[in-house]
């Protein structure tokens, strides 16, 4: 088989798979991968990616403009194309709409807590890219402040995006960011995640190496409002010497209860200490405390 026939095949099976799993509905979600260096293949619009066939695909250059295919492409190339502008190690994009992730993206919660030691080692954090209408130019600049950094992001009130050395990588990746969401939502009616502590973390992001893990970028605990997106922000409190920490956020009583957990949680120092803290922390600490609130 050769390439071409092999990777139509592949995304036939990937959109098979999407389709069976729920994580698309009707006509939902699109795929692509790079033939070279100035094709993409990619799946038409209107068409449900389940009962795809390989001669459905199209193949486009790397501005969107049709070279093959008796169909148009997705409705979605853009953001495809913006993917494959800003990062040249990826081959491959997948978008769905998968129910927990994107009831998480509805909500307006990223996956951003270090909860589970592979995704922390994988994906790092799961950021929401803003609202955007979807098939506008609007969507691909959303989605591009959050490419550098991320192999995998929600997109705001629509569903999810996931990037791959290779399409089924990508794919993989689509199955970690809506199984963290349904482990996500169970702890949460279950009371709420014990958390990683940040020493943790970068202990986990050290394994990277060892295992050989490729991340676009390293991770960062809790950044300073408005810093640049290029890390992966993951929630974790410093905790040194311990491994897990309770849910910092889930629980807040009060306003004045929240901060004193959280700032407790940050420095591990007595609750009856003065402790100081920046513009940027207070500010920081009200956000998730209001969060909280609704
Ligand atoms: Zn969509």
Redesign the pocket.
């Known amino acids: 088989m050769s390439a071409d026939a092999q990777l139509r095949a592949d995304i036939v099976e990937v959109g098979r798979r999407l389709y069976a799993r729920g994580y698309t509905a009707s006509n ?3 795929i692509s991968v790079r033939l070279d260096a100035a094709r993409l293949l990619m799946t038409p619009s209107g068409v449900c990616k389940g009962f795809m066939t390989p001669d459905m695909m199209c193949i486009t250059d790397l501005e969107g403009r049709k070279l093959a295919g008796d169909r148009n492409p997705s409705s ?1 190339i853009q953001m495809h194309l913006e993917v494959y502008r800003r990062r040249p190690d990826v081959n491959a994009v997948v ?3 998968p129910p927990l992730a994107t009831g998480f993206a509805v909500a307006g919660i990223p996956l951003d807590r270090a909860v589970l030691a592979e995704v922390v080692c994988t994906l790092g954090s799961v950021p929401i890219a803003e609202y955007a209408t ?1 098939s506008t130019k609007e969507l691909p600049e959303a989605v591009g402040k959050y490419v550098k950094a991320h192999d995998g992001m929600l ?1 705001a009130n ?2 999810a995006l996931t990037l791959g050395t290779d399409l089924f990588s990508a794919y993989f990746k689509m199955e970690t960011i809506e199984h963290f969401a349904k482990i996500s939502l169970v702890a949460r009616l279950l009371g709420g995640e014990r958390i990683l502590s940040r020493e943790e973390v970068f202990r986990l992001q050290g394994l990277r190496g060892h295992y050989g893990i490729a991340a676009p970028a390293p991770i960062c605990a809790d950044p300073a409002p408005g810093s640049p997106a290029d890390c992966q922000v993951v929630q974790a409190p410093s905790a040194p010497g311990q491994r897990l920490v309770p849910d910092y956020v889930a629980f807040p009583e009060d306003l004045a209860g929240t901060l004193a957990r959280r700032a407790q949680m940050a420095g591990s120092v007595p609750a009856d200490r003065e402790i100081r803290l920046t513009y940027g922390e207070l500010t920081a600490l009200i956000e998730d405390a209001v969060k909280n609130l609704r």
């Open positions: 939902d979600g699109n979605e978008h769905a709409h979807p997109l629509h569903g």
